[in-house]
């Protein structure tokens, strides 16, 4: 049979990659477009035309050449969506500075390893978010941090260290630096020059820094932009977080690649904020991981909201339940929209389906690959590329690869083997034209004596009931056959349903091996703040619920 590394025929489609820094490129369109909307922060109302982003980015860079941040010094980032956010991510790419992407959802033990581990000279943050209490954790945990010289408040409460500033006063320790300064620091730049740490989200194990250059997640932004064929009319709504690629990279960069608008409905997702800013600011495009689009569909007040403006956007990050992706479609109005798939570590996005593609390809597969990049499906037993529509590791390679985890050279030789293909641990299944569809991680699979079952597909199944909102599959441990499938199940709001009914359901549309032995109904699942299922807690949990633990022990002896 086949095997295929695909590989999008960029031929006379798509554009050549971008060689600019962050900073030429958003100059680039500063000059294009001064008086378009770059930047509306609803809940802070701010609104910035291109020229007014432009001005505020400079005098954020001044400053931190003020505070005497050189090329390579790491600048932390510890606040939800804010426009401030935005700045200092322009504002450090353009002196050389490696901004470090810290979690809003982070609690002191988690900031401090990811601030330790990249040396974090100064730390810009929020004082406080929900119930985070950003500077007591800061105090608590200061004195690990020894390459922290400066807190910087971005609402000018005071956080006590002899050198720390407010926002306001970083701006002002720019305004004696001549501009010449930061036109010879930028002429040292060079686009594959680390940019950008994200430690990532930690579905499993310990975060590691997903070390990004200006070239990685430029043109990631900007192909995604061009795929979604946005101009300076697009109104992009970003109700993601910005301190994950979706937000930073395709959101903000896809955006100032394009003279597109970046609209803030808030500092973290809601669903009623993402239905008003679409509305109101008539936006063109809307991004989300699959829980947040359910939450926008079943909100009470869905139906009161005109979205007609919505042409575009992307799901992803998740897999994407087919039933939600039709609904985004036809009850949103994002007739063009698309699923993409990717990493942090591939900036984020490697794969993702075309505007132009059927309905049926744009909701049950994540696409081909973007141009410039390549994918292929490889045996995790062999390494070698897996035959045509057999499930497999997905792997990428190409100029989104990142240049590493930082400070972590054996995480590093895991990940990125030495032709160069980043391998996802995500299992995923190519037909012959290289439309890839991901069927779970490779450590959720199930093997239920000796048959391998992927959730997706039964997740999919599920979702058609018309009482269920949302579903996740695990596998749970079990004596006899190794693992037994489990459902974990939320019911749209006043739905009943029993768990006989839901496996009767499964019974006349799946094979019996796949009908979930278990089913709970629930009123959520254990979540990142990104929107990833931590399967691994569902697990843990359902052990105990269900009293597994002896199958448990006897599966891991
Ligand atoms: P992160 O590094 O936080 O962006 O997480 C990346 C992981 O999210 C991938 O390895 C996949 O497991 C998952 N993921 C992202 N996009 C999709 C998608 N469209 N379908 C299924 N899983 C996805």
Redesign the pocket.
């Known amino acids: 049979m086949a095997r295929l590394t695909h590989s999008y025929d960029s031929g006379a489609a798509a554009e050549p990659l971008s060689g600019d820094t962050i900073g030429q490129a958003l100059a680039r369109t500063i000059a294009l477009f001064p008086d378009s909307d770059a930047l509306v922060s609803r809940h802070q109302g701010i609104r910035n035309s291109y020229a007014e982003f432009g001005r505020e980015v400079e005098r954020v860079a001044l400053g931190l050449l003020g505070l005497g941040i050189e090329k390579g010094d790491r600048v932390g980032i510890w606040a939800p969506t804010c426009a401030e956010w935005t700045y200092l991510q322009f504002a450090t790419a353009r002196v050389g500075a490696i901004l470090v992407n810290v979690n809003p959802a982070y609690r002191a033990n988690e900031a401090a390893f990811a601030l330790g581990h990249s040396g974090v000279r100064m730390l810009v943050t929020a004082s406080k978010f929900k119930t985070s209490d950003y500077l007591a954790m800061i105090a608590q945990v200061r004195g690990e941090l020894h390459a922290l010289e400066r807190v910087v408040t971005i609402d000018g409460a005071t956080a006590g260290g002899a050198n720390d500033l407010t926002w306001k006063e970083l701006v002002a320790a720019g305004a004696a630096v001549a501009p010449g300064r930061l036109t010879a620091r930028e002429a040292t730049l060079d686009p594959d020059d680390a940019i950008n740490i994200q430690y ?2 930690g579905t499993t194990g310990n975060p590691k820094g997903a070390t990004l250059t200006h070239h990685n997640i430029l043109n990631n932004g900007r192909t995604v932009g061009q795929v979604l064929g946005y101009t300076s009319a697009d109104r992009i709504c970003i109700p993601v977080p910005l301190y ?2 979706f937000g930073m990279g395709i959101g903000n960069l896809g955006c100032i690649t394009s003279g597109a608008a970046m609209v803030y409905p808030g500092e973290s997702f809601e669903p009623l904020a993402a239905l008003q800013a679409i509305a109101e600011e008539r936006c063109t495009s809307i991004y989300g991981v699959p829980t947040m689009f359910i939450a926008q569909l079943e909100h009470p007040e869905f139906a009161t909201f005109d979205l007609a403006s919505l042409r575009t956007g992307i799901m ?5 339940p087919i039933e939600v992706m039709k609904r985004v479609v036809s009850q949103m109005h994002a007739r063009d929209m698309c ?7 591939t900036a ?1 996005c490697s794969t993702m389906t075309r505007p132009e593609d059927s309905l049926e390809r744009r909701t049950s597969t ?1 696409g081909q690959a973007l141009p410039f990049v390549e994918s292929k499906i490889v045996d995790p037993e062999t390494g070698l590329a897996a035959p045509v529509g057999t499930p497999g590791e997905v792997c990428t390679r190409g100029y989104l690869v990142m240049r590493g985890y930082w400070e972590n050279p054996t995480a590093t030789a895991e990940a990125i083997d030495e032709a160069g293909w980043m391998h ?3 299992l995923g299944v190519m037909d012959g034209d290289g439309y890839v569809n ?1 069927v779970g ?1 490779i450590k959720d699979m199930v093997i239920r004596g000796g048959e391998n079952l992927f959730p997706k597909e039964i997740e999919d199944v599920i979702f058609e009931h018309p009482a269920v909102a949302s579903v996740q599959v695990i596998g749970v441990p079990d004596e006899r056959m190794g693992e037994e499938l489990m459902a974990w199940v939320v019911l749209r709001d006043g739905a009943v349903l029993t768990a006989d009914e839901m496996r009767d359901f499964c019974r006349v549309r799946m094979a019996h091996f796949k009908v979930p032995k278990y089913v709970k109904f629930t009123a959520d699942f254990p979540m990142t703040v ?1 929107g ?1 299922v931590q399967k691994f807690k569902m697990r843990a949990a359902a052990v105990e619920e269900l009293g597994l633990e002896k199958a448990a022990a006897v599966r891991t002896a």
Do not use: F, L, N, Q
């Not at 699923?339 to 570590?345: D, K, R």
């Open positions: 990532t989200s994950h690629c992803a990050g998740a897999p994407c699923i993409a798939y990717g990493m942090t570590e984020p994540v996802t641990g995500d991901i991680r990104t990833k």
